[in-house]
């Protein structure tokens, strides 16, 4: 599952839920039938005298003097504050932030991690793994739990779990004419330097 996979998703849950309010208020204004009622002008550009009462942003705001700001100013009296805008980001490849600004010009933020599914590559020792990440060691495998260090061939269940089957993959080594080391086709280092180390020290050039 990729970013816009993820982005998709969410847009749809954020859709459904905002479909399901708006029915609901429906529902509600149907069984409580309202008297007639003439709803105030939307606010635009120019003058507003003290006393008016606007539109604006899915807000009611009342003038407190005379004014040609724009809602939401200290010029406007909140009488009801709507939802203006709703929107969504991602901070990193698993935390989403969801921002809602209301008409009164209020800000609200909630984050939410999602555990999904991230490529890291081949297992190393000294990096820091987070639930949903998934690396090769062997196999593929999921983390469980956040880690560092724990190898996931010899983790007994609780860091990681294999998703790619029970059974290890066949390990193959390859050693080409430049003394390069190869595991599965993937580079893991040359003998080079360990080839030198063990001539020198076998006809004593490493001691003092």
């Known amino acids: ?12 849950v954020l859709a459904d839920h905002l479909e ?3 029915h609901d208020i429906e529902r509600m204004v149907a069984e409580k039938a309202l008297p007639p009622f003439a709803p105030p002008p939307v606010w635009s550009a ?6 008016m009462v ?15 700001d724009e809602p939401p100013s200290d010029a406007w009296l909140p009488l009801l ?3 203006a805008s709703v929107g969504f980001e991602w901070k990193d490849d698993r935390n989403m932030v969801l921002r809602v600004v209301l008409s009164d010009g209020t800000t609200v933020e909630t984050e939410r991690e999602f555990i999904v599914p991230i490529a890291r590559g081949f297992w190393q020792p000294d990096a820091t793994y987070h639930e949903g990440d998934r690396v090769l060691r ?4 999921q983390a469980i739990k956040d880690s560092i260090g724990v190898d996931p061939n010899t983790d007994t269940a609780e860091h990681w779990v ?17 003394g390069t080391m190869y595991e599965n086709g993937r580079e893991i280092g040359s003998i080079k330097p360990l080839v030198a180390n063990l001539l020198r020290d076998l006809t004593g050039g490493g001691r003092a």
Not at 57 to 64: Q, S, T
């Open 54 to 68: 606007i539109r604006h942003h899915n807000g009611l705001f009342c003038a407190r003097r005379d004014t040609s």
């Open 46 to 51: 120019g003058r507003h005298a003290a006393g």
């Open 162 to 178: 294999k998703v790619t089957g029970r059974i290890r993959r066949a390990v193959s080594f390859k050693l080409d004419d430049d």
């Open 1 to 12: 599952m990729n970013r816009a996979d993820i982005d998709s998703v969410v847009a749809d």
């Open 81 to 83: 504050v709507g939802i």
């Open 20 to 22: 399901k309010f708006r």
């Open 138 to 141: 062997f196999g593929e495998w």
